[in-house]
T-cell receptor, first 116, second 114 residues
Framework: DGGITQSPKYLFRKEGQNVTLSCEQNLNHDAMYWYRQDPGQGLRLIYYSQIVNDFQKGDIAEGYSVSREKKESFPLTVTSAQKNPTAFYLC???????????????FGEGSRLTVL | AQSVTQLDSHVSVSEGTPVLLRCNYSSSYSPSLFWYVQHPNKGLQLLLKYTSAATLVKGINGFEAEFKKSETSFHLTKPSAHMSDAAEYFCVVSESSGNNRLAFGKGNQVVVIP
């Protein structure tokens, strides 16, 4: 079945450590996104990528980094520079700009990061 | 830039009674509008979408929403709540300007009382 796979589902990190969250899709989508979700705040965009080898900062990119070396993969690294990294992280994909309906996203099941 | 307002962060309904979740938006361009549902510790799933066709949109699980341009609203309704409807619901707006950016509302947490 086609879909988006995020791993790990739960992750614990000590302060000062970098961690990388994995996101893989087999939907053949061009665009991929990372969102952060905190209680009562909805979803906030961290980074997005419209095409391989290209990505743009979202609204809260500070303390995060991404890469897009393959169409299927869009890993997110939470660096030690992120002051409050404990959150639920969601990866999503879409057909891409000019293809399909902008805004129709397909989501993974999320990764919950807790900083100890 | 586009934005979305969802009032009533927590909504309680009795099983079998109607559900109404309100969404108001602002957009400089012709918007596309979406409702997504999220069950605990899960990703978001698309319930329904409006993309400039029929203003009354039917979605999955008996939900529907009506686009009212004059009121800049896209309220979500269901005639009869089921226990499985307990979840968080997000209204989302996308502009047709091509910037591919979305605005999410802060969500409605729905509790269904048996």
């Amino acid at each position: 079945d086609g879909g988006i796979t995020q791993s790990p589902k739960y992750l614990f990190r000590k302060e000062g450590q970098n961690v990388t969250l994995s996101c893989e899709q087999n939907l053949n989508h061009d665009a991929m996104y990372w969102y952060r979700q905190d209680p009562g705040q909805g979803l906030r965009l961290i980074y997005y990528s419209q095409i391989v080898n290209d990505f743009q900062k979202g609204d809260i990119a500070e303390g995060y980094s991404v890469s897009r070396e393959k169409k299927e993969s869009f890993p997110l690294t939470v660096t030690s520079a992120q002051k409050n990294p404990t959150a639920f992280y969601l990866c999503a994909s879409s057909l891409g700009q000019g293809r399909g309906v902008t805004g129709e996203l397909f989501f993974g099941e999320g990764s919950r990061l807790t900083v100890l | 830039a586009q934005s979305v307002t969802q009032l009533d962060s927590h909504v309680s309904v009795s099983e079998g009674t109607p559900v109404l979740l309100r969404c108001n938006y602002s957009s400089s361009y012709s918007p596309s509008l979406f409702w997504y549902v999220q069950h605990p510790n899960k990703g978001l799933q698309l319930l329904l979408k409006y993309t400039s066709a029929a203003t009354l949109v039917k979605g999955i699980n008996g939900f529907e929403a009506e686009f009212k341009k004059s009121e800049t609203s896209f309220h979500l309704t269901k005639p009869s709540a089921h226990m499985s409807d307990a979840a968080e619901y997000f209204c989302v707006v996308s502009e047709s300007s091509g910037n591919n950016r979305l605005a999410f509302g802060k969500g409605n947490q729905v509790v269904v009382i048996p």
